[in-house]
């Protein structure tokens, strides 16, 4: 659907005067985020689940913001995706139609769903078209109650913010050796010699670069083989359902990067399930176990509320990946990546104590 459908649809939801609400909250990362000026946006959105509007809700809030601020935009609905499923015509068309040097914001309950021509990647093509993007995936997990939350997540004052991702950019980029505990029994050691640590910080003024909103990590990818040790999950866990908030603490026992090990309730259950359908599923199954990632939230106006998206940028946690890293700087190629949080982290950098 694609703008005045879509717009007749929020209004047979009655969702219009919700996402009009708090538009105004948004308004503020088209300039400090993205300086858009007089480029052309597309938002491209999905029709969401009954109970679980987030997506649309976003999708519709981004559109009402642009245009109270006379911007260019467009915005398409399709029906939600999930992995293996291709995009809408119209929205593969769009993005093929879509100037370079634009700016593209995805906001799915799932997955945007495979692009076509457009190429196997959505980030690869924003790069090579020069396009300022977003991708908030996974918000089909959450009600549609929560979508506050959401938009409390992204209306942060970002000064402060991009200053403390910088900060956090530069200790862990000249580190070799990061050593994470927890009170509730994570100890893990993570090589990452070599490796450049990335911020998701909402500075997304650059052609061709983006990100999620909300942001608020700084992660990186492991050197090899060399993660050893154990993590407590008892924030949230991704599994191929959706994200689980944690009720029984997940323990992983992980060895020379992969993992040996899964302790725990439901939740370590369906972790398990998860890896154990991907290597099955998998050419290279090895790589669906290996840890691949350490990233730390620093999002003060986050929670852990049931959203990967948004639990992984909450101040005060951090969290693993698990699988695929070969898009963020690393060679592990997997056909997962399930991200893994865990609260309190006591963070040490090559043997000294580092407060986040």
């Not at 649309?56 to 399709?78: D, E, G, H, T, V």
């Not at 200790?171 to 070599?194: C, M, Q, W």
């Not at 698990?322 to 991200?339: E, Q, R, T, V």
């Amino acid at each position: 659907m694609e703008s005045i459908q879509s717009l007749q649809w929020f209004r047979e939801k009655g969702l219009v005067d919700e996402a009009q609400k708090h538009s105004v909250l948004l308004k503020k990362i088209f300039s400090a985020c993205f300086g858009i000026t007089d480029e052309k946006i597309l938002i491209i959105g999905d029709v969401g689940f009954e109970k679980r509007l987030v997506s649309p809700l976003m999708a519709a809030s981004l559109y009402f913001a642009s245009k109270a601020m006379n911007l260019n935009s467009k915005l398409i609905l399709q029906a939600p995706k999930s992995r293996m499923q291709d995009a809408d015509p119209e929205v593969v068309e769009s993005l093929l139609g879509l100037e370079e040097k634009n700016v593209v914001f995805v906001v799915a309950s799932d997955k945007l769903g495979a692009i076509g021509d457009a190429g196997k990647s959505f980030r690869a093509y924003c790069a090579r078209k020069k396009h300022k993007f977003i991708t908030s995936t996974s918000l089909g997990d959450l009600p549609t109650a929560m979508f506050k939350e959401v938009i409390d997540a992204i209306d942060v004052d970002y000064k402060p913010l991009w200053a403390e991702h910088q900060r956090w950019k530069e200790i862990f980029d000249a580190a070799k050796e990061v050593r994470v505990t927890t009170p509730a029994g994570t100890d893990l050691h993570f090589n990452k010699e070599s490796m450049v640590a990335l911020k998701s910080d909402g500075a997304y003024n650059i052609p061709g670069l983006g990100g999620n909103m909300p942001a608020g990590e700084v992660y990186f990818p492991c050197s090899g083989n060399k993660v050893d040790g154990v993590v407590v999950i008892d924030g949230s866990s991704r599994n191929h359902k959706h994200t689980a908030v944690i009720k029984t603490p997940i323990k992983l026992i992980i060895e020379n990067g992969g993992i040996t090990s899964i302790e725990g309730g439901e939740e370590a259950k369906e972790l398990e399930k998860t890896l154990q359908m991907a290597a099955e599923h998998s050419k290279r199954p090895k790589t669906v176990y290996r840890v691949s990632e350490l990233g730390f939230g620093l999002n003060r106006k986050a929670k852990i509320i049931g959203s990967t998206l948004v639990d992984e940028k909450a101040y005060g946690t951090a969290h693993i990946g698990i699988g695929s890293n070969y898009w963020f700087g690393g060679n592990i190629y997997a056909i997962i990546h399930l991200d893994q949080i865990f609260k309190n982290p006591v963070v040490e950098v090559d043997g000294q104590k580092v407060v986040i």
